[in-house]
Structures are given as structure tokens and as C-alpha cells.
């Protein structure tokens, strides 16, 4: 063969590739807005909405601290904690990055009951403006959670918020909800088209002044989410306190949300989110998916995720509440729902990644 | 001239110009390649960061710089890559960065890339080669007298240097998975399936297969196709063209750069006189005779003689992997220094288990927690890492009072679209495994994906995902 008849050849080679099938490819920037939409900013007006509410429930509370008010309150912390642990899975952007940086200032884990202690002995009294001007450790549903919560009972938690002591801490609970309020509120608008426009700046990837190059790296930031949200069920939420990081003693302390039991129901959000984020729905309503991204590609694999996701639920679902003393109770359980997270941690991190093609814990550094 | 003896031919002197330019490519290439790793960031991300090194064995005595040492060490390296472009002192300033730069690679088997050993093996040859007689500032300056002429086998040495890369990357890419397949290229062109134009094709099959087809005749033919007269210039117009859309398409860095002026060694020696005001004058006749009787001194055949070792050598060393069993891919024994270029999409995961063998206590470790990001991911899938990890683990736990205990893995990984399968046998203790260049018998083998290994043949029959350690 003759160079010339080679260098055709290598040209029809490529020609013949090229004339196949060219049906539309999977458009992520569609996925993209379609989720931003469909998904997170429904989910965040949400937990706007029970912020909220759970404001108005604290001033009722505060200003009739009865045990059905009390109730009434914890019952709406939890509605509050739901639908703000369905949003883990997305906890990037105005979540982390500054100016906002709104996710720690919600939720800062583990409880610091010391740092609470010394800013109830402080003789000033709670406004939102004071806890608006304290650190992260101080505030968000967990110091919350700590101030309206006992685990010996709702009659034990209302002792420690009567009296001239409790009203200090009523009131603090009072500022906390309203301080939640405003963050909830402010993280809507910093994703929302007529506030901050992060989902724009999302799809505008790539051009100056967005924090990614590409809206690859978007979907990419989105897979690594998913893969976090499902190793940080198996490792911390479950695994920490049966004690599998500390050679089998179980370290009921590690528990989220141990004050209100809320535990096991903080982890089940924590699947609804990342359910909802890879079938692209929120309550009702849907669009494109991340299924529909990987059925593109592998629709075993599509599949297989979203089996994994519903056997850990099934295994979280099993475990006895409350999970502080089912990790010494009942650690076969908790045992069976760490593997169960294993292997959804498996399913994404493995099979998704690599049909799609992703990075994890995306690095720029180079590869060949 | 056709009856000349090979040593005669080898030594014939030929215009040094385009040994040159090389040398000038590869130290402004180097320049270049250390100021963007400075400018990202990786020289702290990569060297002092990270909690532990995954150092080469028989290399764990290796150490970074403390302090700001090892910025201190890419200046130097910068400095050594200027002088190289420009020159001046070029052999002291090869082999320091010979020297400097493989240590940087020896320290951590996490940032391995082909390009990285080509680099460091070209400032190996090039130290050895009369590359400042020409297109240097010691010319310039007077310090380099003399003809501009080198012998001919310095270009010969640099080609056939430059030429293994293409001719192994192409011999790797003969197999099924990027054949018949188009992997890892379907998974990767479809994840660029958002570029304007040409998105649609990047997400079909066929054109995977096609470029995969095009890829592997471009790797095992451009070599023959530069070195012809009549074929060098389409065959290097496709060389760009190759190089600069892989360089668009996927992270690769400064590779296809380092490859596009890399090439230019095969042009007729003196081309860069077509550039330049004052060609040089062609070399005499005269100028070959020493040369040639040079080659019989006891010195030349000495060099000849390690020419020859180095050249056996970078023939054997990528095939060792035919000495290990199993896929070279999946258990990586052997793939490194083999020029296995853009191979495979392999992602895994990874838990180690750590047990006190005389009270039963027993502690998972997610590497995460320990690693960076970037060595999680390459520990994920390359077993050796996963036992130098291992033995870390095994020396922490040791000083922390407890004096046996075992080390086990949970180690999952996917190669190529294969659904996921262990890596690892969960049930030997890595602890007591050696390093080494001897096989790792606790790989567990890459078993047949009945969606993808079949191909047809009814006689493979898996329907659940295969798990050779399963009871």
C-alpha cells in the first residue's frame, strides 16, 4: 500500500466513524438547569418555607411555653431537618463557596454544647441580630436541636426552657429559627434567576468569574456529590458510632442528631435527596435526570443505582430508632445498612463514574 | 557511500541544527511544564501536602524537601531547563535535571505519566549527545568551536527514543476492549458530548470505534511515515493534527506539545537553516574521518555498548508485563514505563480493615480521610499502592502499641465499562504481602463481563456479577 492509499484510508476511517448514527447526545447543560429548577431550588424553597414556619412555632412557643407548644416546635424542627438533609447531596456552591457560605451557618456538626453554654451565660439578650454575629459552631439547626430537645423527654427539655434561665434559651432558640429563616431564605436567592443567579452562573461555566470551567465539571461536582452523600452514610453516620473507626467500641456520641432521635430520619433524607436528584423529580414534578445520563450510557448500571438506593433505605428503615442505642442494641442492623451503603457507595463511585466517564474529587492534574 | 561499514555510516557527520532545536524544544518545553506546575498549585498539592508519599520501591528513602524546599528545588529545575533551551552548559544541565526531575518522580508513584519517563529518559540520552553544537548560545558566545555537525547516530538515538513511544502506544492499543469496542474512548469522547459542533458524534459508538481504529494505525505508522522523504510532511501535518485534538479533547497537559516538537527530530537534519539568516556550512568530509576512527577508540565502543544496553532495555522493560499473568490493565503489574498511552477508564474503590490479631479489635480505614483526593484515586485501582498503603497502616498501628496485626482490603474496581468486581482477595493479609517486583498472587483476576466479554460466545454464561472470593 502506497502512503497516499494509507493516508486515505486513515481519513476513511474517520469519515466512516463519523457518517454512523448521529442522534442528539445527552445535553448536561440541559441536565443542568433542568435539575437546578426541578430539583434544588424547589428543595431549598422548601426548607424556606419550614424555616419559617418553625420561626412563628418558636415565638409561639416562647411566648406560651407549654409542652403541646414544645411538641409543636420539635415537630417542626424535624419537618425543617427533612427537607434541609435532603439537600446534603448538593452541597456546593452558595453551600460552601463564599460570599454566601450558607451551609455551615445552617448546619454546623458536631454540637458544641460548651460554645452554647457560654453564650447563654452572656447577660445580653437574644436578638437576630447577635446570633447573626456569632460563629457557625454557634448556630443552625443543631444548636438548636440541643436547646429544644431532650433525649429523656419533651417534659425534660421544657424544664430547661422555663424559668428565668429558659426564657435566656427560648429566646436563643427564638433567634436561631429566625437566623435560619433569613439563611434559608438567602440561599434560595443566591440560586434563584432573580437573585444571585448561581444556576445561571452554573450554565455559564467556563466564562470568567464562574467557579467551573465546564458544565462537565458541573455534572462531574454533581456525581462527586452523590458518591459523598452515600460514603458519608456508610462511614459516619452509621459506621462512626458502631465504632468501626475505633477498633468496635460504639460511640453512640457520634450520633447526628442524637438530642432529637432524629438520626435515622436525618439519613433516610439524605436517600430521598439523592433520589431525587438522580431521577430528577421533587415531589411531583420532574425533568431530566441523572438516570437518564447514565441510561445514555450503561442502563445496568442506571438501574443498578437506583436499586442500591432503595436497599439501603429498606436497611436503614429496619434499624430500631433511636440510632444511639441501636448502634449497642442492635449493631447486626446497623451492620446490614452500612453494607447495603456500601454497595450504593459502590454503584455510584465505581459503576456510574465510570460509565460516565467522570473524575472523583475532581483534580485537574494531568493524565495520559 | 553505499558500501560504507555501519560503524562508517553511523558516524557520518550530519548538520546539528535540528539536534538543536530539539534541545532548545525540550528545555523551553521544560520551562514551560515547571511554571505551570508552580502556577497550579501542584508543587505543595502533589509534594508537601499530601500525608503520605507512595514512593517507587527499593525508592521509600526518598524524601521531598522540607520547608520550601521543594519550590527551591522546581526553581533550580527551572533555572536547569533555561540553560538547556539556551544552550549553555547543556551537559551539566541535563543530567542535574536528569537528576532533579526523576526525583521528583521518584517520590510518589500517584503523579505517574508516560510523558513524565520520557522526559526523564530524554535528559538522559541528551547528556550524552553533542547537543550544543548548533542552535546554542555556546556557539554563539564561542565557547562551542568547530563544525556544527554531529554524528549521525545522535539523531538515530534521539528518533528511535522518541519512535518507541509511538510504536508501543500503538502495539498496546491491539486489543479487544480498544478495537472492537472503542474503550475507553467512547466513554471519554461521550463525556465531551457538550462541545458545540461535533458534540452529537462524540456520543456515538462508531465514531469511537473509528477514532480508535485511526489512533492505533497513527501510532504504529507515523514513525515509518516521518522517517520517508516523500510522506514526512502530510505525516507530520497528521501528527499535529493527532496531538492537538487529544490535547482538546482530554486532559493530557503538555504531552502532545512535548510529542509535536518532540517529532521534529525526524526532519532532515539541517531544516532549521531554511529559518536562519547564516545556514552553516555542510559538513566536509573532512570532519568525518576523525569521527568515523573515533568510533573504534575503546571510549566510542563504550558508548556504543551503552547505547545498545539502554536501547535493549527500553525494548524490554514494557513488555515485562508478559511475565505476569492476567490482564496488565486490571492488575497494573507491568504497566507502568510500557507506554500504555490512554489505555483505560478504571475506577474503584477502596476500605482497608485493620485487625489486632491477639484481642480481635478491628478498624476500618477510609483512605479518604488520609489521602488527597488524587492519590485516593489512583490507590483505588492500582494494587501496589494499595499494599505500600497497607503496610503504612500496619507501621501506625504498630507504634500505637499493638504488635501484630493484619491488614485487609475491600477493594472494588470497574475497568472500561466492565461492571464492578474485586480487585483484591479481602482475605490475605496485605501486612504480611512484600513488595516487589514478583506477581501479586492476591489480585483477584479480571473476570468476563457477559455484557461486554462475551461477544457472542453462548459458552460464557455469567448472570450475576462475578465474585471470585465469594464462599
Known amino acids: 500500500m502506497n502512503p497516499r492509499s494509507l493516508f486515505l484510508c486513515l481519513v476513511l476511517a474517520l469519515v466512516l466513524g463519523c457518517s454512523g448514527s448521529s442522534e442528539p447526545a445527552f445535553d448536561q447543560s440541559a441536565l443542568v438547569d433542568s435539575l437546578g429548577t426541578v430539583v434544588i431550588i424547589p428543595t431549598y424553597e422548601a426548607f424556606a418555607d419550614e424555616a419559617d414556619a418553625l420561626a412563628i412555632e418558636a415565638e409561639a412557643f416562647c411566648a406560651d411555653p407549654t409542652v403541646s407548644a414544645l411538641e409543636s416546635l420539635q415537630a417542626q424542627w424535624r419537618s425543617a431537618r427533612v427537607r434541609w438533609k435532603q439537600n446534603d447531596v448538593i452541597a456546593f456552591g452558595p453551600y460552601r463557596e463564599q460570599p454566601w457560605r450558607l451551609g455551615p451557618r445552617i448546619d454546623f456538626f458536631p454540637v458544641r454544647e460548651d460554645t452554647i453554654a457560654e453564650n447563654l451565660a452572656v447577660d445580653e439578650p437574644f436578638t437576630l441580630e447577635r446570633v447573626s454575629a456569632l460563629g457557625t459552631a454557634s448556630r443552625g439547626l443543631a444548636t438548636m436541636e440541643f436547646l429544644i430537645f431532650d433525649t429523656d423527654g419533651v417534659d425534660a427539655a421544657l424544664s430547661r426552657l422555663q424559668g428565668e434561665d429558659g426564657a435566656q434559651a427560648c429566646d436563643y432558640a427564638v433567634a436561631l429559627a429566625q437566623d435560619l429563616s433569613v439563611n434559608a431564605e438567602a440561599m434560595v436567592t443566591a440560586w434563584s434567576e432573580d437573585g444571585d443567579n448561581y444556576l445561571g452562573s452554573l450554565l455559564d461555566s467556563g466564562e470568567p468569574g464562574t467557579q467551573f470551567d465546564s458544565v462537565r465539571a458541573v455534572t462531574n461536582e454533581i456525581v462527586n456529590r452523590m458518591l459523598f452523600v452515600a460514603d458519608d452514610i456508610r462511614v459516619k453516620k452509621l459506621g462512626a458510632p458502631l465504632g468501626v473507626e475505633t477498633g468496635g467500641e460504639p460511640r453512640p456520641d457520634e450520633v447526628e442528631s442524637r438530642y432529637s432521635d432524629h438520626s435515622l430520619a436525618d439519613i433516610l433524607a439524605n436517600l430521598d435527596g439523592l433520589e431525587n436528584l438522580y431521577q430528577g423529580e421533587f415531589e411531583g414534578t420532574s425533568g431530566i435526570s441523572v438516570r437518564e445520563w447514565v441510561e445514555t450510557r450503561n442502563r445496568r448500571v442506571a438501574g443498578e443505582v437506583l436499586d442500591e438506593i432503595e436497599n439501603t433505605r429498606s436497611a436503614v428503615l429496619a434499624i430500631p430508632e433511636p440510632l444511639r442505642l441501636s448502634v449497642e442494641t442492635d449493631p447486626a442492623l446497623v451492620e446490614t445498612a452500612i453494607d447495603a451503603a456500601f454497595e450504593l457507595r459502590n454503584a455510584i463511585g465505581i459503576d456510574m463514574v465510570n460509565a460516565l466517564g467522570s473524575t472523583v474529587n475532581f483534580n485537574d492534574t494531568d493524565g495520559d | ?471
Open chain 2, 1 to 471: 557511500m553505499a558500501t560504507e561499514r555501519l560503524p562508517d555510516r553511523l558516524a557520518a557527520p550530519v548538520d546539528g541544527a535540528s539536534l538543536g532545536v530539539f534541545r532548545a524544544a525540550f528545555g523551553l518545553m521544560m520551562l514551560y511544564s515547571i511554571v505551570r506546575f508552580w502556577a497550579k498549585g501542584w508543587i505543595s498539592e502533589l509534594y508537601i501536602e499530601p500525608e503520605l508519599l507512595f514512593p517507587y520501591w527499593g525508592f521509600s528513602w526518598l524524601e521531598p524537601w522540607p520547608g520550601i524546599g521543594m519550590y527551591v528545588h522546581f526553581a533550580v529545575l527551572g533555572v536547569l531547563a533555561c540553560l538547556i533551551m539556551l544552550g549553555l552548559w547543556s551537559r551539566p544541565a541535563l543530567v542535574l535535571f536528569f537528576v532533579g526531575f526523576t526525583y521528583v518522580e521518584l517520590l510518589d508513584r500517584t503523579t505517574y505519566l508516560n510523558h513524565y519517563y520520557f522526559i526523564s529518559i530524554l535528559s538522559l540520552l541528551l547528556a550524552f549527545l553533542p547537543v550544543e553544537r548548533a542552535v546554542s548560545l555556546s556557539r554563539w558566545l564561542g565557547r562551542t568551536t568547530g563544525p556544527q555537525s554531529v554524528p549521525h547516530w545522535a539523531l538515530i538515538v534521539v528518533r528511535c527514543q522518541v519512535g518507541l513511544v509511538y510504536v508501543f502506544a500503538g502495539l498496546a492499543k491491539l486489543r479487544a476492549d480498544w478495537l472492537l469496542r472503542g474503550e475507553p474512548l467512547h466513554t471519554w469522547l461521550a463525556a465531551r458530548s457538550d462541545i458545540p459542533w461535533i458534540g452529537a458524534w462524540l456520543d456515538d459508538q462508531a465514531v469511537a470505534i473509528g477514532a480508535s481504529w485511526a489512533g492505533a494505525l497513527f501510532d504504529l505508522c507515523i514513525v515509518p511515515l516521518l522517517l520517508w522523504r516523500r510522506t514526512r510532511v502530510p505525516a507530520y501535518c497528521a501528527l499535529v493534527g493527532f496531538h492537538l485534538v487529544t490535547g482538546y479533547l482530554f486532559s493530557i497537559g503538555v504531552f502532545p506539545i512535548v510529542m509535536i516538537l518532540g517529532a521534529t527530530i525526524f526532519f532532515e537534519p539541517s531544516w532549521p537553516r531554511r529559518f536562519m539568516r547564516r545556514p552553516a556550512a555542510p559538513p566536509s568530509e573532512a570532519s568525518h574521518e576523525p569521527q568515523a576512527a573515533g568510533l573504534r577508540r575503546p571510549l566510542a565502543w563504550l558508548g556504543a555498548t551503552l547505547i545498545a544496553i539502554h536501547f535493549a532495555f527500553q525494548l524490554a522493560f514494557p513488555m515485562r508485563n508478559l511475565l505476569y499473568p492476567g490482564d496488565t490493565l486490571w492488575t497494573e503489574e507491568g504497566y507502568r514505563f510500557g507506554w500504555r498511552v490512554m489505555l483505560m477508564e478504571k475506577t474503584g474503590e477502596i476500605d482497608l480493615r485493620v485487625v489486632d490479631n491477639r484481642d480481635g479489635r478491628s478498624w476500618l480505614v477510609s483512605p479518604r480521610e488520609r489521602l488527597t483526593p488524587f492519590q485516593y484515586r489512583m490507590m483505588a485501582t492500582q494494587p501496589d499502592m494499595m499494599l505500600t498503603f497497607a503496610h503504612h497502616l500496619a507501621s501506625e498501628w504498630h507504634d500505637r502499641g499493638h504488635e501484630d496485626v493484619s491488614v485487609y482490603a475491600e477493594a472494588w474496581a470497574a475497568l472500561n465499562g466492565r461492571r464492578r468486581q474485586r480487585l483484591v482477595d479481602p482475605h490475605v493479609d496485605l501486612a504480611k504481602e512484600t513488595e516487589g517486583w514478583a506477581p501479586k498472587r492476591w489480585i483477584v483476576p479480571l473476570a468476563p463481563d457477559p455484557d461486554i466479554d462475551d461477544l457472542g460466545n453462548s459458552s460464557v454464561a455469567v448472570s450475576e456479577p462475578p465474585d471470585p472470593i465469594a464462599h
